[in-house]
T-cell receptor, first 115, second 113 residues
């Protein structure tokens, strides 16, 4: 089983719909992240959480919200989806207790298309 | 704010040859970490190699090595004996005191048979 699991893998929906992307991890990491990937733009940070009670905005948080339901779960919501939110979304985790060179571990991504 | 620049949007190399991907970054911090991630067509993000800024020795992982030039703020990735499975997007990433990763825009590498 994957250490970082994202659901759904793919989603097509309509403008104005509320959408939730879910992420769960079995790595025991305290830190979790949501990124968005667009062609030619790399990965950009949407939100991040260093523990259950700590939620922070990233570079592009407008139009998104998150919930850290437990140490292992971090969900991303689009309250009213718009077409320019069509992208590949990644969840990642890292160990805040480890050395600074600890990498982030990524899920397999959710490809979201908004019509 | 830190920025990461990958100046080569696309590159190609023949199988078994060597290729170098460029990455430069901008920061005022003295202690930080640098990473290269690989994203094959399967879209997974896979860590290739990492480097601590306080280490002068360049990191090496099998066929992958880096040329870290701290004064020049350069962190290039060299892939030796390129294989078809190396075909992927490659992302350079920076992590400083904020503990957040900042990614470059990526380089698409194609390995030709």
């Amino acid at each position: 089983d994957a250490d970082v699991t994202q659901t759904p893998r793919n989603r097509i929906t309509k403008t104005g719909k509320r959408i939730m992307l879910e992420c769960s991890q079995t790595k025991g990491h305290d830190r979790m992240y949501w990124y968005r990937q667009d062609p030619g733009l790399g990965l950009r940070l949407i939100y991040y959480s260093f523990d259950v009670k700590d939620i922070n905005k990233g570079e592009i948080s407008d139009g998104y919200s998150v919930s850290r339901q437990a140490q292992a779960k971090f969900s991303l919501s689009l309250e009213s989806a718009i077409p320019n939110q069509t992208a590949l979304y990644f969840c990642a985790t890292s160990d805040g207790q480890g050395a600074g060179n600890q990498p982030q571990h990524f899920g397999d991504g959710t490809r979201l298309s908004i019509l | 704010a830190q920025t990461v620049t990958q100046s080569q949007p696309e590159m190609s190399v023949q199988e078994a040859e060597t290729v170098t991907l460029s990455c430069t970054y901008d920061t005022s911090e003295s202690n930080y970490y640098l990473f290269w991630y690989k994203q094959p067509p399967s879209r997974q993000m896979i860590l290739v190699i990492r480097q601590e800024a306080y280490k002068q020795q360049n990191a090496t992982e099998n066929r992958f090595s880096v040329n870290f030039q701290k004064a020049a703020k350069s962190f290039s990735l060299k892939i030796s004996d390129s294989q078809l499975g190396d075909t992927a997007m490659y992302f350079c990433a920076f992590k400083g005191g904020s503990e957040k990763l900042v990614f470059g825009k990526g380089t698409k590498l194609t390995v030709n048979p």
